[in-house]
């Protein structure tokens, strides 16, 4: 789990993603002409990652609820506009082509948490 929190952590640095989605305003990504590419909190979300509680045996991560972009039943029951998703399709292929030109890193592990499967703790 250590290795898989590094490189979540380092896909959040890349795209300038801090806690609840909001703009870390460090991100590492540089353009071709080697000017700091803008965060991406105004269309990107990940999970925030607690490298300093995750370890080899423990992945700490933020909840955040989704679902399957493929999902066409549930894109419909939360009325997402075909707009949406042609800006949704959009913005994963600009996060893609971001990771493989820009960032030079490519996280592999790009698929939606499970929703109600693991609720997030209440103290």
Aim: hydrophobic residues 35%; proline residues 6%; contains cysteine.
């Amino acid at each position: 789990y250590r290795d898989e929190a590094e490189n979540a952590a380092r896909f959040a640095n890349d795209f300038g993603l801090g806690i609840g989605g909001s703009s870390s305003s460090t991100t590492t990504a540089l353009a071709r002409n080697n000017e700091t590419l803008p965060d991406a909190s105004e269309w990107l979300r990940t999970p925030y990652i607690y490298t300093d509680l995750s370890n080899e045996q423990l992945l700490v991560q933020e909840y955040v609820p989704s679902f399957k972009v493929t999902d066409k039943a549930k894109l419909d029951s939360a009325k997402i506009s075909e707009e949406d998703r042609i800006k949704l399709a959009d913005d994963l292929a600009r996060a893609y082509l971001r990771q493989f030109c820009s960032n030079l890193f490519f996280s592999t592990d790009p698929h939606p948490g499970k929703a109600n499967e693991f609720p997030p703790c209440r103290s």
